[in-house]
């Protein structure tokens, strides 16, 4: 059976952080069964617009059966085309606050055909949007050792990057690698699994962030809400492991921080050293959501506004 539900992380908290204008204009970047963006529209007047994003074209047509509300445009697109679709409604600039909730939803691990999760049998593939790019069983197959353990390595913090990738290579001279599970044991061969995190948990997590470009979607979109935000438009942004949490934050950080000024040298006009967004600060998880919702046990929430 198909599993459509997913329980929103930081729901008021992220909302709030978006300090929502009555007949404004939003985006919710990763509309994942619109729990988020039903409790945003909830919150909005009649005239009030919701644009939302997302890669994976079940959660769109899951979207267009169960919500029906004029406010709420739907985009089957990564959310790095963000500006484009944006420009392409005449609405650059115009903005009031984005959310991102990022990383994959709880239908996507679930269902074990999408091949994100380690726990259950399912294809190799990994892949958000199914309508493009390369599979993981795919990927697999074509890249050589050294590219598996620099991925391995680099986005999923794993010391046994090379072993991992050592014996992926191996397996593959005897068989096809082609589903979830035969990575697991592959890996589960390599690295001692520890309390409540199994052995593959980083090895997965890097490949899905590969696969799915997913660092390079998220650096992309930061720099283009520089430019779709309205004035006092918020950035409101759930991540979920360091890797990403540290490109958000380097973001806001960059973006808000007046640089000190070279000794020797007249103080510039302020309004020529203007950052670009206001660092509003990061919150976890309250100890009862992480209680009832694993999940957000590793939510961190960061907020910015713009100049
Ligand atoms: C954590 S879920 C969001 C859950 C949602 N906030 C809710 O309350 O139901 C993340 C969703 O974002 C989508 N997503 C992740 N990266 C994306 C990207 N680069 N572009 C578009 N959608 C993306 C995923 O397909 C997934 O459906």
Request: charged share 25%; glycine share 6%.
């Amino acid at each position: 059976m198909i599993s459509n539900h997913h329980q929103s992380v930081m729901f008021e908290e992220s909302i709030d952080a978006l300090n929502l204008i009555k007949d404004g204009i939003y985006i919710d970047a990763t509309f994942g069964r619109g729990g988020h963006a039903q409790g945003i529209l909830d919150r909005l007047g009649d005239q009030a617009q919701l644009i939302a994003f997302d890669q994976d074209l079940s959660a769109i047509e899951h979207a267009k059966n169960t919500f029906s509300d004029a406010r709420l445009n739907l985009i089957h697109a990564p959310f790095s085309q963000m500006h484009k679709v944006i420009d392409e409604l005449g609405l650059d600039g115009k903005i009031n606050g984005i959310l991102m909730d990022l990383g994959v939803s709880s239908p996507q691990l679930d269902n074990a055909d999408r091949g994100f999760s380690f726990q259950a049998q399912g294809p190799l593939d990994m892949r958000m949007n199914q309508t493009a790019g390369l599979s993981a069983a795919q990927w697999l197959a074509q890249a050589n050792e050294v590219e598996i353990a620099n991925v391995i390595y680099e986005f999923g913090d794993e010391k046994k990057s090379r072993h991992i990738a050592a014996k992926i290579k191996k397996f593959q001279l005897l068989q096809p690698l082609e589903t979830t599970l035969q990575l697991a044991n592959i890996v589960s061969e390599v690295v001692r699994g520890q309390k409540n995190k199994h052995p593959a948990t980083r090895t997965f997590q890097a490949i899905r962030i590969f696969i799915n470009q997913e660092l390079k979607q998220l650096s992309e979109t930061l720099e283009q809400s520089k430019q779709l935000l309205a004035t006092d438009g918020r950035l409101s942004i759930i991540s979920f492991h360091s890797i990403e949490d540290r490109i958000v934050k380097r973001f806001i950080q960059t973006n808000s921080r007046q640089k000190p000024l070279p000794k020797g040298l007249p103080i510039f006009d302020q309004a020529m050293t203007k950052m670009p967004f206001k660092d509003l600060g990061k919150i976890f998880a309250s100890k009862d959501e992480v209680k009832h919702n694993k999940r957000s046990r590793s939510a961190i929430l960061r907020v910015a506004s713009k100049n």
